[in-house]
């Protein structure tokens, strides 16, 4: 058995005919035919049941059939992979990114990596964390920076170190502000107040606010906390956000809001940078993450 017979009889599987397979395969039917026959020689049974209308798989084809894919797929990689070993590092780099990231969304590393690399192309992708997630899952984004909370089967990381919560109102919003500290809260500072939530969040503030023996009464629910934010300055309520979500758009020169530090451990996240818990690394992906991380 070897590589050659292994990749043919895959393309056999899934054109469902030889001489289909044949004609993708640039070779001819009868060579095709004997390769085929060479490998069922050497397993000792047949692999596929040939019919008028084609060929099906028997049952030890069945079995061969994931094997194959999997052998021919990682012959692939590892071709790749020591092919630009020595040959410089081109290719794209694909990184998805929640909105409330962008303090720690790596522009200059970014830029840096360029440099070293001018052939390379840079995808970034905006989302929420359960989209991002699911992209990385199925390994249409290389690496994503996320949030918590979210469920980390099938992938591994670096996670930043934890931030607060902040609630955030309309400067000068006396509905919104009164009696409220200046600087941090706790959680019944906000008993009685109208917030306005990231919807992902949901769970985490209820159950936060509960266990501490209060109802939150929210009002809005979003899907992203620029939007928090925006509802916050237009006097809806209190938003609830991480702090870095406030200090990006402050950095941005936003200047009609204002926010105070909740002093809750439960309702503290942190941001990751995420990536397939069985991926190896392309070249370029593995020096972006030395740059970013120290990997």
């Given at each position: 058995?070897?590589?050659?017979q292994?990749?043919?009889?895959?393309?056999?599987?899934?054109?469902?005919?030889?001489?289909?397979?044949?004609?993708?395969?640039?070779?001819?039917?009868?060579?095709?035919?004997?390769?085929?026959?060479?490998?069922?020689?050497?397993?000792?049974?047949?692999l596929?049941?040939?019919?008028?209308?084609?060929?099906?798989?028997?049952?030890?084809?069945?079995?061969?059939?994931?094997?194959?894919e999997?052998?021919?797929?990682?012959?692939?990689?590892?071709?790749?992979?020591?092919?630009?070993?020595?040959k410089?590092?081109?290719?794209?780099?694909?990184?998805?990114?929640?909105?409330?990231?962008?303090?720690?969304?790596?522009?200059?590393?970014?830029?840096?990596?360029?440099k070293y690399?001018?052939?390379?192309?840079?995808?970034?992708?905006?989302?929420?964390?359960?989209?991002?997630?699911?992209?990385?899952?199925?390994?249409?984004?290389?690496?994503?920076?996320?949030?918590?909370?979210?469920?980390?089967?099938?992938?591994?990381?670096?996670y930043?170190?934890?931030?607060?919560?902040?609630?955030?109102?309309?400067?000068?919003?006396?509905?919104?502000?009164?009696?409220?500290?200046?600087?941090?809260?706790?959680?019944?500072?906000?008993?009685?107040?109208?917030?306005?939530?990231?919807?992902?969040?949901?769970?985490?503030?209820e159950?936060?606010?509960?266990?501490?023996?209060?109802?939150?009464?929210?009002?809005?629910?979003?899907?992203?906390?620029?939007?928090?934010?925006?509802?916050?300055?237009?006097?809806?309520?209190?938003?609830?956000?991480?702090?870095?979500?406030?200090?990006?758009?402050?950095?941005?020169?936003?200047?009609?809001?204002?926010?105070?530090?909740?002093?809750?451990?439960?309702?503290?996240?942190?941001?990751?940078?995420?990536?397939?818990?069985?991926?190896?690394?392309?070249?370029?992906?593995?020096?972006?993450?030395?740059?970013?991380?120290?990997?």
């Open positions: 058995m070897n590589l050659k292994l990749r043919y009889f895959v393309t056999i599987c899934e054109e469902g005919q030889i001489t289909a397979a044949a004609k993708r395969l640039h070779i001819k039917q009868p060579l095709l035919s004997y390769e085929i026959k060479q490998l069922e020689l050497e397993l000792e049974t047949s596929f049941i040939r019919g008028p209308r084609g060929i099906s798989l028997t049952d030890a084809g069945k079995v061969l059939k994931p094997y194959a999997q052998i021919t797929e990682l012959s692939d990689v590892a071709k790749t992979k020591v092919k630009y070993l020595d410089g590092i081109s290719g794209s780099l694909s990184i998805g990114s929640i909105s409330s990231s962008i303090n720690k969304l790596p522009n200059q590393r970014l830029l840096k990596l360029k690399y001018p052939n390379i192309a840079i995808n970034v992708i905006e989302g929420n964390t359960y989209k991002l997630l699911g992209y990385l899952e199925k390994g249409l984004i290389d690496l994503a920076i996320l949030r918590t909370p979210f469920s980390s089967k099938g992938v591994i990381g670096y930043f170190d934890k931030e607060p919560m902040v609630a955030v109102s309309a400067k000068n919003n006396q509905k919104d502000t009164v009696g409220l500290p200046d600087k941090y809260l706790k959680i019944d500072d906000l008993s009685n107040k109208p917030l306005i939530i990231y919807r992902r969040f949901k769970e985490l503030i159950n936060t606010f509960r266990n501490l023996g209060f109802n939150p009464l929210i009002v809005v629910r979003c899907d992203d906390a620029r939007t928090a934010l925006d509802g916050a300055k237009v006097g809806f309520g209190t938003a609830i956000v991480p702090k870095s979500a406030i200090l990006q758009v402050e950095n941005e020169g936003e200047k009609d809001i204002e926010f105070r530090e909740i002093k809750e451990k439960a309702l503290e996240t942190q941001l990751a940078i995420m990536w397939r818990r069985d991926d190896s690394f392309n070249p370029l992906t593995e020096n972006f993450l030395k740059m970013f991380i120290g990997k």
